[in-house]
Nanobody, 126 residues
């Protein structure tokens, strides 16, 4: 089993920045990928970013590319998501997820991820 706990959400003004953390525990992650997804009210859960533990390859949704950075600290089993230039449309519950190693658009697929955190709310005010 894998447990994922997100933190760092909150209320931020448009144009500001926010860093989210996802602490993982349980099975080792040497061959897994970690992803961040988000879900706004009334919308489907969408991919934001992913990173592979072993090679550190990163993938980003086009909608956030250039504003978002995903990183990891393997020693701490923690993945981070930094969002800059926040927009009201970034308002959503952000979820951390763990799955088998992936590459490219394969990392975008929700069903590839086996474990999910409880989510953390990010609200961007205009």
């Amino acid at each position: 089993q894998v447990q994922l706990v997100e933190s760092g959400g909150g209320l931020v003004q448009a144009g500001g920045s926010l860093s989210l953390s996802c602490a993982a525990s349980g099975r080792t992650f040497s061959s897994r990928a970690m992803g961040w997804f988000r879900q706004a009210p009334g919308k489907e859960r969408e991919f934001v970013a992913a990173i592979t533990w072993r090679g550190g390859s990163t993938y980003y949704a086009d909608s956030v590319k250039g504003r978002v950075t995903i990183s990891s600290d393997n020693a701490k089993n923690t993945v981070y998501l930094r969002i800059n230039s926040l927009k009201p449309e970034d308002t959503a519950v952000y979820y951390c997820a763990a799955g088998d190693s992936c590459s490219g658009y394969g990392c975008y697929i929700t069903s590839r991820y086996d474990y999910w955190g409880q989510g953390t709310q990010v609200t961007v005010s205009s």
